[in-house]
């Protein structure tokens, strides 16, 4: 079956920077579209990065400059490179593959905070 297990998360104070990895097994992964997401206390999930499967990017204005999505095909693995990190950046980050059928990992918990 289809895992997408994310990892990196933690409390880091603002400024500081953090790497997130989604490590995807079950799936074609080269061929999938992937994304980072978060949610935040009390708001809706909103979209936060994506790949292609050619490796051309987009990003929420929010984080334009600071955070670097980057894929390792060989790795089956997506990453979030974050950096100036704001208590605004405190959510939970998903992890999420799209093709046909789309499929999201478990999620992982970044704080900001001093």
């Known amino acids: 079956q289809v895992q997408l297990v994310e990892s990196g998360g933690g409390l880091v104070q603002p400024g500081r920077s953090l790497r997130l990895a989604c490590a995807a097994s079950?799936?074609?992964?080269?061929?999938?579209?992937m994304s980072w997401y978060r949610q935040a206390p009390g708001k809706e999930r909103e979209l936060v990065a994506s790949?292609?499967?050619?490796?051309?990017?987009n990003y929420a204005d929010s984080v334009k400059g600071r955070f670097t999505i980057s894929r390792d095909n060989a790795k089956n693995t997506v990453y979030l490179e974050m950096i100036s990190l704001t208590p605004e950046d405190t959510a939970v980050y998903y992890c999420?593959?799209?093709?046909?059928?789309?499929?999201w990992g478990q999620g992982t918990q970044v704080t900001v905070s001093s």
């Open positions: 079950g799936l074609t992964f080269e061929s999938y579209f």
């Open positions: 999420h593959a799209r093709r046909i059928s789309w499929y």
């Open positions: 790949i292609s499967s050619l490796g051309s990017t």
